[in-house]
């Protein structure tokens, strides 16, 4: 079983930054991918950012160049950096990682972006 905890998001004006923190517990030691994704408002929950355990990312266009993932493997966090926000980045942002091809989801931090 793995647990996720959230932490970071918050109201920020367009153009501002927010960083995300997920802290995973239970067992991480065979945690492979851990990532983000965001649900807006009548929309599907989409991919963000990923991030694999040799430090290989994948990013979302939307937010190439804007986002940056990164994470300490001796603590098992995973953090997103977000930069040059816009009021389109408005949602629910949920960490996710996965552990022997299981995923497991953190209970979301909400991230509002006023224009």
């Known amino acids: 079983q793995v647990y996720l905890v959230e932490s970071g998001g918050g109201l920020v004006q367009a153009g501002g930054s927010l960083r995300l923190s997920c802290a995973a517990s239970?067992?991480?030691?065979?945690?492979?991918?851990m990532g983000w994704y965001r649900q807006a408002p009548g929309k599907q929950r989409e991919l963000v950012a990923s991030?694999?355990?040799?430090?290989?990312?994948n990013y979302a266009d939307s937010v190439k160049g804007r986002f940056t993932i990164s994470r300490d493997n001796s603590k098992m966090t995973v953090y997103l950096q977000m930069n040059s926000l816009l009021p389109e980045d408005t949602g629910v942002y949920y960490c996710?990682?996965?552990?022997?091809?299981?995923?497991?989801w953190g209970q979301g931090t909400q991230v509002t972006v006023s224009s």
């Open positions: 996710k990682a996965v552990y022997t091809a299981k995923a497991y």
């Open positions: 239970g067992n991480i030691f065979r945690i492979s991918v």
């Open positions: 991030i694999a355990r040799d430090a290989s990312t």
